[in-house]
């Protein structure tokens, strides 16, 4: 027995030294595993803030990119700016006699046919401008000054011929305070007005219908176009309140006496006034 027990001791002795060498070996394991996964966390830590960088570079670079090919592109404009620069420093010294002209044209070639808007135009207005002097541009178009290209593509895609007169009484009539009666046999313009308000609720009416006091006082509060077809050459008294634009202004507001009643004037109402008589007398 007495070797077993000696056998067993020295077994016993190996596997304590064996079991401390474990717990040395697994303390190492342990440290070196925390120590290997706080290099893993700051390994992807740093790989993060690489990913993050690298996408703000390229970020950068595309602005950069960008940057620069505006500028080269901008500094290809500069001589087309100064000129516009020039050009419109040219017109400004011009504007008082384009918008005088403007004006007069306004309010005094609606009337008129081709033939007698050239001749009031360059007959008169140009001579009159040429005798004091009145500083203009070279060519003086009130069409070019009170309207552009896209309202009169506009205009024409709506049903406005797009002749040279049709285009002027189109300016004439979107320009104007005062509301115009449009001489229209071939009911070309009624035609254009009718698609052109259509979306802002025009009333049409025709004198002596019932309800044009009603649809007229509706059109003014509400801010509605109204349109008077086929008038002949006499105006029913009760309505030159409407047309001579007869208001008078009560704090913020624009009244108008119409029928008896004190409306308010709706800024976005406008009355057109229509006959298909070819030479009406007024």
Not at 4 to 15: D, G, M, N, S, V
Not at 151 to 163: E, R, T, V
């Amino acid at each position: 027995m007495e070797p077993k027990r000696i056998a067993l001791a020295e077994a016993t002795e190996q596997l304590d030294a064996a079991t401390a060498k474990l717990d040395i070996v697994t303390k190492e394991v342990n440290l070196l595993n925390a120590q290997l996964a706080e290099l893993i966390g700051n390994y992807n830590k740093a790989m993060h803030e690489k990913d993050t960088a690298m996408a703000e570079a390229a970020r950068y670079a595309t602005r950069l990119d960008l940057a620069q090919r505006l500028v080269k592109a901008l500094g290809s404009e500069n001589e087309r700016w100064a000129n516009s620069i020039e050009r419109l420093s040219k017109d400004l010294g011009l504007l008082i006699g384009d918008v005088l002209m403007a004006s007069a044209f306004i309010s005094y070639a609606g009337p008129f046919s081709k033939q007698y808007r050239q001749i009031m135009m360059e007959g008169e207005f140009l001579k009159y401008f040429n005798a004091n002097n009145i500083p203009r541009s070279a060519i003086c178009d009130p069409v070019r000054l009170l309207s552009d290209e896209a309202a009169i593509a506009n205009w024409n895609k709506q049903g406005l011929p797009a002749d040279k007169v049709s285009i002027e009484n189109g300016t004439i009539l979107t320009n104007s305070v005062r509301y115009c009666l449009m001489i229209d046999p071939q009911l070309q313009g009624i035609t254009w007005i009718r698609e052109k308000e259509k979306n802002n609720s025009l009333k049409s009416v025709r004198l002596g219908s019932k309800n044009i006091i009603r649809e007229l006082e509706q059109s003014i509060e509400n801010g509605y176009s109204a349109l008077i077809e086929n008038m002949g050459e006499k105006i029913d008294a009760i309505l030159m309140p409407v047309v001579s634009r007869s208001v008078v202004k009560k704090g913020k507001n624009l009244l108008m006496k119409f029928g008896g009643k004190d409306l308010t004037l709706h800024p976005n109402f406008k009355l057109f006034m229509h006959t298909k008589l070819s030479n009406p007398h007024y």
